[in-house]
């Protein structure tokens, strides 16, 4: 790369307010990208990244106001340029590639006509021409039958296919910078690093500079030459990818680096004769589409699926979507009525007495994955928390009210939580509530269904952390379903892979990670990139899997 | 009912109304609707004359300082007999709503929570119903349960529980799919206890704003009924039948129309305001705390 050269992208001293409250949302950030290069922008949700990276496609929200600053791309004002300008640049010059695949294609349109609109726009060709440049990037991304994508709808592909023909569409017209904002974060893990890979390789190959926005520290670093930290509005850091990682300088870096999940020594937890919860043969079945005059066929989502679970142990699910590990968990919570198979605990079948459910039913509780839906709205923390004590015998309402205290002490929202609603809740206080609702009839089993995916990075630190410590003072047992290996390493004392409705493999948690056995293990642990600490606060990117580091070089 | 009761209840409504002034259409709506309950409380204790009263002497006599909004072809003084007409159209209306909402919800409730066939069936049968004009409906069951006060209120109320059954059990499938109500089973609860507990309080926003708006079509039907023929049987006046009985004075007396025409108009106008009002205010709040 060469430094002496213009930068493409000159952002200096960028400041944006709301307009009516005047909070400064982006605060004097500059940052330059030059030609060809790749600069990830890395901060949490309301860190103004997104915002600081619309600015530069002239995208500002009618709310936000632009206080100072400037950004030149090319040499050119942005802030300066006429709207037919701006439309000139966006898309020909400039392209950018949305976190949602389900949404950024218009479902109405056929992806050949989505694809040439741009082309048509921007660039004088005839038809032919256009179809022929389309067909071969269609090819270049990976889809197997161009020709039929070209007259299909975007609802028959999958998320991943879709962020393809989306890179595509942008890429067509060979734009001088790519806005990448959360690129891969709704895709699969396995899927994500294929869509990055086909993402560096195609602007590599047309000397298009990428700016990718992220959350995830782990694939920042492992794409980008240069790293942009921005906290609250804030550039608090900037620099060598290498350097930022292995020397962070700014104490939020560090927060930011220490909270990325790491493993901890293996516990010895003493064998037990007979298992809290044992899941037998355990198939579930969705029903298909019964019309008046038609029924489908039914879908099976889990294949007999037997699980046993110790006193006081974590046991990991991990799995990519349509796995089955949400339906698992939801089957053996009783939200799902099973097929078939059999759930015992403590030994005794749930489903042979209504003293057994009703013992296991008491026992055994849920954590969810959004803590913006799993929260009655109408409610108070107290009362949501309170809640299962409802139907726990023999416990007064002065005894539950010190419970419930007790209990939001325990998760650290002692001090007027308890009179508050969700809405006035940050997402990790909302999840430390749905904990706390979890265990407050102290459960000896606990599930949880994606508990801190949908946290920021040092949210999610601390819940983990928080739920750790839980887990070791109580002592119950978790199923901790996930689909993100860094977590998983992290909290698990046995882990079980599933693919399709089937476990393929299951062992310890260091067996696991260090010696996978089944090819879909290795294809999960080759797709995340581990961040290992190096000490004095720095931290070290490596490949989980040896060999693939030969294929891949960044 | 003033804009703040007609609102929810609970901290955090009261939180968002103190966060944000009133906006323009709720003022404006709001003091129409609070000057018509006003008259239709004052007229049900107190007119300034009988509005039955009839005084062959004054017929027809136009707006003065004695007779305010002047007197019909019987003497009665229009004035009175709207005051009274507002008590017996709010209260009838009152009425309909709060019958088409109980019912509504119920069979929303169940059907929305019950799903699969019990759904389907009354859901079939509900769309049934709502492929009628709704006064139309009314006419039917008016010709059933003969054309009386309660005979109104019955009809209405049938005529107006599908588009109500509709919207609720829209809101209970969307949020029996939240996870919240997975929680609620997880924990133990019934069904009838997440029902009563997670699913209707939520289920107030959405039949508020519905409520206020159906309160107004109601008053529209009612003064239609009325007008044909079929409402509040005379010599009790209602808005509707003070409008049909102007007919032939049209031409030498034309306030006998007009005032009672005023009021349907402005009732509807505040109404639809003040619905739009609530809406606003609820919508964002839903939003918000998802």
């Known amino acids: 790369m060469n430094t002496t050269a213009a930068p493409l992208l000159d952002v200096a001293g960028l400041t944006l307010k709301i307009g009516g409250s005047g909070r400064t949302v982006v605060n004097d950030v500059s940052f330059q990208v030059f030609p060809g290069e790749i600069v990830g922008i890395v901060g949490e949700s309301g860190s103004g990244k997104t915002l600081a990276a619309r600015a530069v496609m002239g995208f500002i929200p009618p709310a936000v106001r632009l206080e100072g600053g400037t950004i030149r791309f090319d040499g050119q004002d942005v802030m300066a340029m006429s709207g037919k300008d701006l439309r000139a640049m966006r898309g020909s010059k400039v392209g950018m590639v949305f976190q949602e695949p389900m949404t950024s294609l218009n479902p109405s349109m056929l992806i050949g006509r989505q694809l040439d609109e741009g082309l048509a726009l921007h660039r004088k060709l005839d038809a032919a021409q256009r179809r022929a440049l389309i067909l071969d990037m269609l090819k270049r991304v990976g889809l197997r039958d161009p020709e039929g994508a070209l007259t299909a709808y975007p609802h028959q592909f999958s998320g991943g296919m879709r962020q393809r023909i989306m890179l595509a569409s942008v890429m067509l017209l060979k734009p001088a910078l790519l806005l990448a904002d959360e690129p891969t974060t709704a895709l699969d893990a396995v899927v994500q690093r294929d869509v990055m890979e086909l993402m560096v390789e195609l602007t590599q190959a047309n000397h298009t500079a990428v700016l990718l926005i992220s959350h995830d520290l782990g694939m920042v670093a492992r794409y980008c030459s240069r790293i942009v930290v921005m906290c609250q509005g804030d550039v608090v850091e900037q620099g060598k990818a290498e350097d930022i990682l292995a020397r962070p300088q700014h104490p939020y870096t560090r927060k930011l680096l220490s909270a990325m999940p790491h493993r901890l020594p293996a516990r010895l937890l003493p064998q037990a004769k007979t298992p809290i919860v044992a899941v037998r043969d355990l198939v579930v079945e969705y029903p298909g589409r019964q019309g008046f005059f038609r029924k489908e066929q039914a879908k099976r989502a889990l294949h007999g699926i037997s699980i046993d679970v110790q006193p006081g142990e974590v046991v990991a699910v991990v799995g990519g979507s349509g796995s089955g590990k949400t339906t698992l968990g939801q089957s053996i919570a009783g939200l799902v009525k099973p097929a078939g198979g059999e759930i015992r605990f403590n030994g005794k079948p749930i489903a042979r007495s209504d003293a057994a459910y009703w013992d296991y039913r008491l026992n055994c509780q849920m954590v969810f994955q959004d803590p913006y839906s799993s929260l009655d709205p109408r409610m108070t923390i107290g009362q949501l928390v309170g809640e299962p004590l409802r139907l726990v015998p023999d416990l007064g309402p002065a005894q539950k009210k010190a419970r419930v205290a007790e209990v939001l002490a325990e998760v650290g929202l002692s001090d007027g939580f308890a009179e508050r609603y969700p809405h006035e809740l940050s997402g990790g206080q909302r999840q430390r509530v749905a904990i706390a609702r979890a265990i407050v009839r102290r459960p000896n089993f606990v599930i949880a269904d994606e508990p801190v995916s949908a946290l920021d990075v040092t949210v999610r630190a601390q819940v983990l952390e928080l739920f750790d410590e839980l887990q070791k003072k109580h002592g119950f047992s978790c199923l901790f379903i996930s689909h993100d290996l860094g977590v998983v390493e992290q909290v698990a004392d046995r882990v079980i892979v599933m693919q399709d409705g089937r476990i393929v493999e299951e062992g310890p948690r260091d067996d696991i990670f260090d010696n996978p056995q089944h090819p879909y293990t290795q294809k999960l642990l080759a797709a995340v990139p581990g961040l290992e600490s190096t000490g004095e606060g720095g931290v070290r990117l490596f490949w989980r899997r040896a060999e693939n580091d030969a294929s891949i070089v960044g | ?290």
């Open chain 2, 1 to 290: 009912m003033s804009s703040d009761s007609t609102l929810g209840t609970g901290a955090s409504v009261k939180k968002a109304r103190r966060m944000k002034p009133p906006a323009p259409n709720a003022i404006v709506g709001g003091t129409l609707i609070g000057i018509l309950l006003l008259a239709a409380g004052t007229g049900a204790l107190w007119t300034p004359y009988d509005p039955l009263k009839l005084s062959f002497r004054e017929k027809l006599a136009a707006p003065s300082a004695l007779h305010w909004l002047g007197t019909d072809e019987f003497g009665r003084d229009v004035l009175s007999r709207l005051m009274a007409g507002a008590a017996t159209s709010v209260w009838i209306s009152i009425l309909t709503v709060t019958l088409a909402v109980v019912m509504g919800t119920t069979i929303g409730l169940f059907s929305g929570y019950m799903r699969g066939w019990t759904d389907r069936i009354i859901m079939a049968f509900n769309d049934a119903l709502l492929a009628f004009p709704g006064i139309l409906l009314a006419l039917g069951l008016l010709a059933v349960v003969g054309a009386n006060k309660y005979g109104i209120i019955v009809a209405l109320g049938i005529a107006y529980t599908p588009s109500v059954a509709r919207v609720v059990r829209g809101t209970v499938l969307s949020l029996r799919e939240r996870e919240f109500i997975a929680a609620s089973r997880v924990m133990g609860n019934s069904e009838g206890f997440t029902m009563a507990r997670h699913i209707l309080p939520n289920c107030i926003a959405p039949l508020t704003v519905l409520a206020t708006s159906m309160f107004g079509y109601v008053l529209l039907a009612e003064s239609a009924l009325s007008f044909l023929g079929l409402g509040v049987p005379p010599p009790a006046p209602t808005w509707g039948n003070m409008l049909a009985g102007s007919r032939p004075y049209i031409g030498q007396a034309v306030w006998l129309g007009i005032f009672p025409g005023l009021c349907i108009s402005l009732t509807l106008l505040g109404i639809n305001l003040l619905g739009d009002a609530v809406r606003d205010r609820l919508d964002p709040r839903m939003r918000g705390s998802r």
